[in-house]
């Protein structure tokens, strides 16, 4: 999406300023033709170009439309043209009056055809409130109240009906800053408009879209990131942190998803893969691509029946109160469920559960929900994610995307081409007889051939069936994938096909089309073999196809019986500070096992841990998976849902899923901040208690970063409430350094216990 300087900029408060030419700056894009291919061609990209009603008085575009009365003047019915001078940012001139059909008709044909036919695939048009206006002058249909409301509308409609004119056989797309109702007819999106970096902002952004969905308009997005950087500009890791989340939220809700900020400096970052956590961007990028075979089902839905691509929960929970006020959460289709977390806890989102049966897309846990908050991690191995749920039942069908892929078309840098259909399912569970449908729309994803039938369908479908007589199933899934129906120019004559089916149960077998499928050991031999399947022990199971031709039905059948267990030892324990690290503790035991992955709920109070087996310290693992190893850190008091892998040690999962009533009252929460502290740095608290080391540094109680924010935290038990508390932080280098100690400056802070939680400020170097 290329801004101002396409067109070579702009010259502010002058008559003599690029603003209007549609044409591009043949210093700064000597070749734009040819590069615009080359985009296409070789790399799997469009252009988008900006554009607004304005034109500079200097530029002959402002003398040929005012010749032709399609100039705003300059009061209704008037023949002059309204010289526009307020908030000349851009410069001065005139304003193309979108309101008469034949002057937007004269426009697309003489400037923006031109680009169309270069190769230029979505319009841009921006500033069409309008902004810029004098109060006084007049539109083809009247005075500003007549035209106010239409003159974005009408731009977008000539706009659209410019390609049906000219027999242009690309489909058209146009992103808008403003509208009104039926804009999604011409091929419109909007987006919100010149919104401010902060995360605030992006929450406001998500209650918006709930509204936006409920007058029909699908497709809405943001500046990613924000357009007004302001004080954070300055600020790395706060901007670095708001980026990430922002990105996290656009790739799986906004479209067009399109990071933007104020850049006529061209001093910043906003590419997601230079600034932000990178490999956070990364993933959730990519997760957008995997999505797009089912986001785009969703999008031919709208176009058929007006069912909304992602409306908020209250659409369709309408008799559950307590979503009604929640525009934050989303539904994508009927299926996934998501929460924008802007302003939550950093390391945490609370996201309401409507009554049913839901599933982390992450982790596979299966959740049983009355209607309820629940508490989500937003770091999953060490990656932010938006919290993503999907309801038991359902069929997502996803594209490839690993490190060849070049967009959605699944074009490979290699290039191959990848067409492999692949389902997630999400097991019901033995519930005999519950089915869901889905189907999978696809066309050739550029032109209107699809308005003349040129769609291919697939129906897919998840039942659950009873088990067979005499065996140790629980039940068995059965996923049909449909003849497809219809086709489109490129479409794929054959291709492989992939369940990924998600169960809280252990896969005994499969098969294809009544023929088992050979089971395999593991997921290189998996991905090597023509087909077959394998339980991945984290709770999915892959099945797969050679590749077989799309008019044939395919019937995956899984034998799903209960978990199994190939672990040696009997369970694992998570003994620590808190139990008097006792490993034979009964109520910190991890004894649910899936193949050697230990689960289970245990009570956490800020204490250092790590993880035994079998009641003693024979085997043990510390927070580094080695045996004996190095304690882990404490953690926020609470209830935790844990995952331990034997086979990954390193690699536990703690979720903090309620508060812990056994340690209730008897932790203080303490939190130390540093906008500078650099790796290798760790925070301490020192006070005038025991507990708190007298003073004395070489005692001093460890906190935790918590996040990428310079924020620590932790709780520190058994402080007496027999009067007030003095203490500050401490800094520190580990190794060599950890002798030379900062202190935070200024008086001491002092609390009350039994107050609430205390903040001190280190703003130390």
Sequence with gaps: MLDLQWFGGINPGSDDTRMGTLTFDPVHFPDAPAK???????????????????????????????????????????????YITVNPWWG????????????????????????????VIGHWTDLGEPEMFNPGSGFSLGDHADGHNVFNLRWLRSINAG????????????????????????????????????????????????????????????????????????????????????????????????????????????????????????????????????????????????????PPLAMRYQDDPNVRNRGQEKLIGRELLTAVTAGQNIDRGDVY??????????SNERVTSPGMLRPVPLYRDGLFRLPLFARAGALIPMAVVDEQTMCSQGRRKDGSRRDDLVVKVFDFGPEVGQQRSFTLYEDDGRTIAYQQGAVRTTGLTNTVLAPES??????????????????????????????????DGHALGASLNGQPLAPQTNLAAFDAAPSGWIGLGNGEVLAKSAPMAVADAKTFVIQIGEPTCTSTNQYVAVPGAGNGWNPADPDRRLTSCEGRVWSGEITLCNEEHKFAANGGWAVNWGCDGKQDGANCPPREPGIYRVSFDETAPASSVFERIGEAAACAGGSSLFVCENGDTSWGTSVYVVGNRERLGN???????????????????????????????????????????????????????RFDPASAAQIGDFHGN
């Design 92 to 119: 001065k001139g005139g304003m193309i009056d979108y309101t008469s059909d034949a002057c937007g008709a004269y426009w697309h044909d003489t400037k923006r055809q031109p680009l169309i036919d270069l190769g």
């Design 36 to 82: 615009i291919a080359a985009y296409r061609d070789q790399d799997c990209l469009g252009i988008m170009l900006i554009e607004e009603a304005y034109v500079g008085r200097a530029l002959p575009e402002h003398a040929d439309l005012a010749g032709r009365g399609c100039l705003v003047p300059d009061h209704p019915g008037g023949t002059s043209p309204d």
């Design 353 to 362: 559960l409507p009554a049913g049966t839901w599933i982390d897309w992450y």
């Design 163 to 310: 390609y049906a004119r000219n027999g242009v056989e690309q489909r058209p797309f146009m992103m808008s800053r403003s509208g009104t109702a039926g804009i999604q007819r011409f091929g419109a999106a909007m987006w919100s408009g010149d919104i401010g970096s902060k995360l605030d902002n992006l929450d406001s952004h998500a209650a918006n879209q709930k509204h936006m969905s409920f007058s029909g308009i699908d497709y809405y997005g943001s500046d990613i990131g924000g357009f007004h950087r302001g004080d954070i500009q300055n600020d790395p890791q706060r901007k670095n942190r708001m980026y990430t989340e922002w990105l996290a939220a656009s790739s799986l809700l906004d479209i067009p998803a399109r990071p933007h900020t104020e850049n006529l400096c061209n001093c910043k970052q906003t590419a997601p893969d230079r600034i932000g956590d990178l490999g956070s961007n990364l993933e959730n990028v990519r997760l957008r691509y995997r999505l797009i075979p089912y986001l785009y089902s969703l999008a031919h839905r709208a176009y058929l029946e007006g069912e909304p691509l992602m």
């Design 695 to 749: 003073w004395d540094p070489k005692h001093a109680q460890i906190l935790v970063a918590d996040g990428p924010y310079p924020k620590w935290t932790g709780y520190i038990d058994d402080l007496p409430a027999d009067g007030d508390i003095e203490w500050k932080c401490i800094k520190r280098l580990e190794g060599a350094d950890r002798r030379v100690i900062q202190w935070e400056p200024g008086p001491n802070n």
């Design 470 to 503: 005499g065996s140790e199933e629980t039940h068995r899934v059965r996923v049909e994938i449909a003849p497809a129906q219809g086709t489109y120019a490129g479409a794929p004559d054959s291709r492989v096909n992939l369940v990924r089916l998600v169960t």
